[in-house]
């Protein structure tokens, strides 16, 4: 089973209940992730920033939607695939960029392209990944979306936008300029971004001499939309706009020339207090429009929060912690697993609504809406 590509359509899943793999549900493999890794490396995967309040409202709003399901409205062959952004995917999703993922396992983004392109589905990569961006690049066929973050020198931005395309890159996904994030547990561990990161080779995707932790201090210039402005018009691929959590950035966005929206959060790792993207969706979706699309993260912990987050307006979604928990637990193997199970799940929930395309899915599948 591991060696069979999901996502393609109508995948059968019959043979899951008897299905040989180590892991049979993604609960065994966080339980693994979190004896793989240190208790200060587990900390640094899972945790948020402040109380953590937003990141538990991510998956709180999730769990808050209820569906209906007529009865006799199931159907047995639904099709999780989809095309956003010109990316066919076997089913409506992304891998998140996340940072300094050797610290999970040293395979990182190399094991995390790979599996994606077993699953059918496309990697975004971060700048502050462990490996450089022509090595994650080279690893897979899908590493398709390069994550940048504008502050720093404009001039570097853009050459590093340039040394994404000349790597293969097909999309920018720009995010804001992060500033100290204050995460209790990192701070009780003694876990710093300067050591504990440089370890994991954090940041070698960077070209420009300014260490990219240095970024996420307040040494570097900051940026305005004007400038955002002029280096999305300077880039060489079109850019899609991470962080978007209001109706107003939504349009901000959009002017600025971003062909693309990604409402995040970052999973409540920057700052606590925010409000769940599940819920500020439908607004933002309101305000851009029904033809751009949108990609969603924060708070996705099963196949059936894909559907919720498809069906109020997402175009995909994108695996943060998911894919960090599988990359830990067996490396390109437990991201495939994890992959996996998602699409299955994913491909359940289609079938017990009734709904048998991506397309289909829309409010309707809530109770509230009856
Ligand atoms: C360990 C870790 C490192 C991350 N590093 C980055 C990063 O370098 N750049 C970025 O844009 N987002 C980063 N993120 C945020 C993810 O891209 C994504 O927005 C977030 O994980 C989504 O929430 P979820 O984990 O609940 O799915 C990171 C997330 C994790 C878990």
């Known amino acids: 089973m591991a060696d069979t590509p999901t996502g393609q359509v109508g995948t059968a899943i019959d043979d899951r209940f008897a299905s040989a793999e180590r892991f049979t549900t993604l609960r065994g493999l966080r339980a693994e992730a979190e004896r793989q890794l240190s208790p200060s490396a587990w900390n640094y995967l899972w945790t948020g920033t402040g109380d953590e309040r937003t990141a538990d409202d991510n998956t709180a709003a999730f769990d808050r939607r209820q569906y209906t399901t007529p009865l006799f409205a199931g159907i047995s062959n639904p099709d999780t695939s989809t095309s956003v952004l010109g990316y066919d995917l076997g089913f409506p999703a992304f891998t998140a960029p996340f940072g300094g993922e050797a610290t999970f396992h040293p395979d990182g983004h190399l094991a995390v392209g790979r599996a994606a392109e077993r699953a059918g589905i496309q990697q975004m990569v971060p700048v502050a990944a462990s490996y450089s961006l022509e090595d994650v690049a080279a690893a897979s066929s899908v590493a398709s979306v390069f994550q940048l973050t504008f502050v720093g020198e404009e001039d570097h931005v853009v050459e590093m936008m340039h040394r994404a395309a000349d790597a293969g890159y097909r999309h920018i996904c720009v995010t804001y300029s992060p500033i100290r994030q204050w995460r209790e547990r990192l701070l009780e561990d003694r876990f710093s971004p300067r050591t504990n990161l440089a370890e994991s080779n954090f940041g070698q995707g960077r070209s420009d001499p300014a260490p990219l932790v240095e970024l996420l201090e307040f040494t570097q210039p900051r940026w305005n939309w004007e400038q955002a402005k002029r280096a999305i018009a300077r880039s060489p ?134």
């Open 237 to 370: 691929l079109p850019c899609i706009v991470k962080g978007v959590q209001s109706a107003d950035d939504a349009r901000a966005s959009i002017d600025a020339g971003a062909v693309g929206l990604y409402v995040s959060n970052y999973g409540g790792r920057t700052i606590d207090r925010t409000a769940a993207t599940i819920d500020l969706l439908p607004e933002i979706r309101a305000a851009a429009g029904p033809d751009i699309p949108i990609v969603l993260d924060s708070g996705i912990r099963r196949g059936s929060d894909i559907a919720t987050a498809i069906a109020l307006g997402a175009d995909a979604v994108a695996l943060g912690r998911l894919v960090a928990i599988g990359l830990a637990a067996d490396g390109e193997r437990g991201v495939l697993r994890t992959l996996e199970l998602l699409q299955q799940e994913f491909w359940t929930t289609l079938g017990h609504l009734g709904v048998s395309s991506v397309a289909e899915l829309s409010p309707a599948v809530f109770r509230d809406a009856r």
